[in-house]
């Protein structure tokens, strides 16, 4: 069994030193880096060979990579390496890891050619001036196999040991059983489409209820698929912490019920949550946990890993047992753990960390997204980017004196496209030339400034950077799948000066193009939740691959146990609110006094529910009620959750959508009704007419895609609160005439059975 390994990944193992130090020499774009590499290799003469493949073997070790280029009439080899500031400023560390990689491929072309000896050259190309500087040296074939095999030889122990846990690991996983002494309904159907879908190489979007355990039953299949399909890590991705907590849970069942089973399962969390010294910069002259960083990184690898579980506790304990920063220590630790639990974003993001150690690599990856109704919400954000002028306002007066000159000119071009725009809300086909030049120009000044100002750290700046750093980024790959806006909030023109402030907001609407790659880059992706109808909504919107397969789980819930009733005599449309508030009191209170005991009740909005919540309570005087608030912390939402006790009595009021609309669990009496006083259709204003005509372009479904799938998930998610056992009962009370529609009711789940006569009407 031989083990793979990348040069990279290799010379990073073996040949990172010293301190962590993530400031920015070299700075460019990801863009700018291709631009420089092309740029680069277009100087050369005819016959130069570019993106070279070599491989090479050492013992039970396959190093393989691709070099930059070679030019066969010198006899020279290179490796690029593009850069933005001052080179002398480059810590000694980054000079010494390129190097080693460019000897590592050095070995690899002699070995390959026969070429007794070569000329070595890293090429270090300026973005900002375009000029090279090319450090080069001779190199014969023995002094470089020497070099190679030296390398090889400090990671060999390492390999060993990983090719050792990877055989016991599968061994253990082809013998697994399921964790219980049987499948619940419905989950045994889920796991066969998971293990299926790896099996045929492709994505799956699967439709599951809750309740029967989607995350061990995704998980379960996916580690049996990893033995049988030799998938090397399985990513369990979610959007919410309770659903990480739940894989973490159901990882330790498993490996509960199979104490040989050497899994390693490591939860990420966000930097936010695990830097440890949250007022310095990650380079080793501001943080103490980056200095020596990759010197100490070793003992904290191998304590990490004797570790039965890696979550977010243990890892910050090893890494401060050994100094090191626990956030890059996590990153480091993705390299050998055989599941990561973490956010979407980690592989659906421009620069998802995932994703890119996926491709650096070559990893065959098994990626499930939990509560996958959320993705299309989730992946927009993660391709859209805002800037508000008030900030760089700000930014122009407190940044450092040599950085105000390029903020001004940035200030400048924003101001004069406020000044054009008519009225307050305006969509452009193409992004203004002159603004992105200004806002590139002021990235580019910002990256030297920070290169030659090593110990400079301003959060405000950095922010306003990061920033305009993805904006530019967006801005490269601009296209029909994004809007280019303009919000301008005193209603543009005439405004008094100063005054007039604006958002200036590339906002993607159709993720699709984006996400296509992040699926083919894994061997299989299954995206699965209670809600993902109808599939080709899902499927368009985030660019499934021809041949995704898709499977509705069938419900475990009996139609018997749950009520549906639509009050078809009333309607919550805008025009009609205040004539509804009456009928839906009245509605509600029959339905309580009738069967008494814990209810929600869901409106469009909290000045729609606060107008029901007063009525019902002026006539209504003994039934308890409490309301949902705006900006509700924690311990605020833990309160009005626990008022659904057991035996209890009383209606919760709430917003669809907001934190009571999924994602909470009150089975048996704990909640035993629902009132849905809306479609939950978004808001029809500027921006979603745009998402309208767009997706009427793309798929021909203007209306459904923006408003009515979206609006009816959440009616279905919120709907979906009242019965979460086998054993539940229920009542739903969708209100709205539009419920009625055929239309409609085909987009409710299909075990639910509409009452045939209407109640109170
Ligand atoms: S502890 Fe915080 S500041 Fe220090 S290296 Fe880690 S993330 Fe950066």
Redesign the pocket.
Known sequence: MSYTIAVRALCEFTAKQGD?D?RFTPTPTAQEGIEGHAIVTSRRDDGYEREVSLAGDFGPLHVRGRADGYDPRQNQLEEIKTYRGDLARQPANHRILHWAQLKVYGHLLCAARGLPALRLALVYFDIGTQKETVLAEDADAATLRAFFEEHCGRFIAWAEQELAHRTARDEQLRALRFPHDDFRPGQRQLAEAMFKASARGCSLLAQAPTGIGKSIGSIFPMLKASAEHCLDKVFFLAAKTSGRSMALGAVETIKRSAPLLPLRALELAA?TT?????D???HGE??P??QG?YDRLAGARAAALQLPMLDRAAVREVALAHQV????LQSELVRWADVVVGDYNYYFDISAMLYSLTQMNGWKVGVLADEAHNMVSRARKMYSAEMDHVRLRVLRKTAPEALRKPLDRVHRQWSALEKEQEGAYACHAALPEKFMAALQNACSEIGDYMAEHPAWFDADVLDFYFNALLFGRLGESFGEHSLFDIEISDGGRGAAAGRVNSVLCIRNILPAPFLKQRFEAAHTVALFSATLSPWNYYADTLGMPEGSAWVDVASPFEAQQLQVHIASHISTRYQHRERSLAPIAALMGEQYQRQPGNYLAFFSSFDYMEKVAELFAARHPDVPLWRQERRMDESARDAFLARFRTGGEGIGFAVLGGSFGEGIDLPGDRLIGAFIATLGLPQINPVNEQIKARMESAFGAGYDYTYLYPGLQKVVQAAGRVIRTTSDQGTIHLIDDRFARPEIQALLPAWWQVAARNFSA
Do not use: H, T
Request: glycine residues 0%; aromatic residues 16%; contains cysteine.
């Open positions: 962590l993530l930097k695990a830097c440890e010294n949250p310095k910069a990650c501001s943080c946990l980056a960083f920063c626990p956030y890059y």
